[in-house]
């Protein structure tokens, strides 16, 4: 069974602590072993609000987020991934011209799924 992790980085934070929390997405629930959420959710109702487990009486299930699209999205960056390249062949100008590029964009947070 596929399992995506991903884990909680707030904007402006650069480095992510060993304690931060990870949320598992697998094909039927999305949740988290951390002791201060501890909850799963089944996947086909992610978004709706539940507290304590159980739906409010006045609230409705929310559906669509279940989409893997959105799931890889907020399970990865492009951006944590880019420092592999400092350990690549690839040419020493490249490696800049995408430091750059990148550095810029990671300073503005739009690697940060909200």
């Given at each position: 069974?596929?399992?995506l992790?991903?884990d ?17 997405f697998?094909?039927l ?13 089944p ?18 299930c ?7 699209g ?13 420092l592999?390249?400092?350990t690549?062949s ?25």
């Amino acid at each position: 069974m596929p399992i995506l992790v991903t884990d909680v980085r707030t904007p402006g934070e650069t480095l992510i602590s060993s304690s931060t929390t990870v949320y598992e997405f697998n094909p039927l629930e999305f949740g988290t072993w951390d002791p201060m959420t501890y909850g799963f959710v089944p996947l086909e109702y992610l978004g709706s609000n539940f507290s304590g487990g159980v739906l409010a009486e006045d609230e409705e299930c929310v559906r669509g987020f279940d989409n893997v699209g959105y799931v890889m999205g907020t399970s990865s960056s492009l951006f944590n991934q880019f420092l592999q390249v400092n350990t690549s062949s690839i040419p020493q100008v490249a490696k800049t011209f995408a430091t750059k590029i990148l550095g810029a964009i990671g300073q503005e947070n739009n690697d940060i799924a909200e």
